[in-house]
């Protein structure tokens, strides 16, 4: 029985490519689908909306704590937790399930990532300007909650990634929040990538109440200063309602990529990059952008001869024919102009003399130069943390990174001299904005200073 061909969204001009790339792309959408909803009545007894279900989950959790976290964890997960935090015997009978060549390689990324972030630690600095010391005191953040997902697959990649530059950071203790399998243990992956990069606790805590207890702090668990790592719908809601309580790295949408390529492009490998990301998530966006009809008509013949061979077939197709877009355009600084509007998670460009174009990328989280250089090289090895922005958010954010576990703290010693030479023009400042007490706060010490 042959497949049906999936439905991939074709165009050919600028403008229709640019509407569908900006005015009409979706925003971080909340409206859960019907048998979500339907499941969400049947646990709650009434329709709720995810901001509904968000703000009670956050409200018991402040309130009745560690007994709010076991019971929407037998609710929501339909496990029954005798202890929330995974125990050492846990982490040996962890290790014991994970294969030596997965560890092994999990290692090696994590060597890696250390390594790159490794070049990025910001140091104390001072200056001296004739009129004081002045300069930043750079300290790490004291503690940090990393979430780790592991609902349609463990992610131990993305614990690496968060958790492996907070380490290098400097940040004294680094917690770890992960749903729990239906035995009520942890994810054997997630217990081992933890291990690896070397962080102090995890507990078997997932969806928004864990980010509800990371954020507030419960008798068990430990109130962080930040919280990172990607998560579903009620993960992301709730990381934005406890923003303020806590800094948020991120907030993570959907996983996006978005292709560059020319006439000298290999259609295969267009197709598999398309499909790696699109088997992520039925909300996964994968774009292609291309001056070659002919390579576009290439790419989606193999998209639909690649795809039956997929695992996760049905999410790719998913993804592919709600969010995927093929676009031809007339020139390669259209495509580029399009691709600093979109402002994707991934540029990859796949193009002839790539490096001679990287000036013109002004927006993206993450850019991969050439056909050797896939998107899915910087999922695992290639150093750089894959937990990047998405939903446009690239336009003024950055991928997570060592600097996103540091704070800074400014420093002020003013001499005499310098009070005398700066305290007239703060005086005059201050008059202008009203603030007389803040003008006498220095005319009374440049008045000590003068002579008898």
């Given at each position: 029985m042959n497949e049906q061909p999936v439905t991939i969204r074709v165009v050919?001009?600028?403008?229709?490519?640019?509407?569908?790339?900006?005015?009409?792309r979706q925003r971080f959408d909340t409206v859960l689908p019907p048998q979500v909803q339907k499941r969400i009545q049947e646990l709650f007894g009434k329709a709720l909306t995810a901001e509904e279900i968000v703000t009670q989950i956050i409200h018991d959790v402040r309130r009745e704590g560690d007994t709010a976290l076991v019971r929407y964890t037998h609710l929501l997960d339909g496990v029954q937790l005798e202890s929330l935090e995974v125990t050492p015997e846990e982490f040996a009978a962890a290790r014991q399930r994970v294969a030596p060549d997965i560890r092994t390689a999990l290692e090696a990324a994590a060597a890696r990532i250390r390594a790159f972030h490794a070049q990025q630690r910001s140091q104390t600095w001072l200056t001296f300007d004739g009129t004081g010391t002045f300069g930043q005191l750079v300290r790490p953040l004291e503690r940090v909650g990393v979430y780790a997902p592991a609902g349609r697959a463990p992610y131990p990649s993305s614990l690496l990634m968060s958790a492996i530059p907070a380490q290098v950071a400097g940040v004294r203790e680094i917690v770890i929040c992960t749903p729990p399998l239906p035995d009520g243990s942890a994810h054997p992956l997630?217990?081992?990538a933890a291990e690896i990069a070397?962080?102090?606790?995890?507990?078997?805590?997932?969806?928004?109440?864990?980010?509800a207890a990371l954020a507030l702090g419960t008798a068990t668990i430990p109130k962080v200063d930040k919280i990172v790592g990607p998560g579903n719908i009620f993960v992301v809601l709730a990381m934005r309602a406890v923003f303020g309580i806590v800094d948020i790295g991120l907030l993570p949408g959907p996983t996006e990529t978005l292709l560059i390529a020319d006439d000298s492009a290999n259609p295969v490998l267009c197709a598999a990059d398309l499909l790696a990301q699109a088997e992520h998530d039925p909300m996964a966006s994968a774009i292609l952008l291309t001056t070659s009809v002919d390579l576009a008509q290439q790419v989606v013949a193999e998209v639909q001869r690649q795809l039956p061979r997929l695992e996760r077939a049905a999410i790719a197709r998913e993804a592919l024919e709600r969010n995927g877009l093929i676009a031809v355009v007339p020139t390669l600084d259209d495509a580029f102009t399009l691709a600093n509007a979109y402002a994707p998670e991934h540029l990859c460009?796949?193009?002839?003399?790539?490096?001679?174009?990287?000036?013109?990328?002004?927006?993206?989280?993450?850019?991969?130069?050439?056909?050797?250089?896939?998107?899915?090289?910087?999922?695992?090895?290639?150093?750089?943390s894959h937990v990047m922005?998405?939903?446009?958010?690239?336009?003024?954010?950055?991928?997570?990174?060592?600097?996103?576990f540091l704070k800074r703290t400014s420093i002020i010693a003013v001499h005499e001299s310098g009070l005398r030479s700066l305290g007239p023009t703060a005086i005059t400042l201050a008059r202008a904005e009203g603030l007389t007490a803040h003008a006498a706060a220095i005319e009374q010490r440049l008045e000590r200073l003068r002579p008898d």
């Open positions: 050919t001009t600028f403008s229709e490519a640019y509407h569908l790339l900006t005015e009409a997630i217990l081992t070397g962080t102090h606790r995890v507990f078997k805590i997932g969806g928004a109440q864990a980010i460009l796949l193009v002839q003399d790539a490096w001679r174009y990287l000036d013109k990328v002004m927006h993206a989280g993450g850019v991969f130069l050439g056909e050797q250089s896939p998107e899915v090289i910087g999922d695992y090895v290639a150093g750089p922005p998405t939903g446009q958010t690239a336009r003024f954010a950055s991928p997570l990174n060592v600097e996103t």
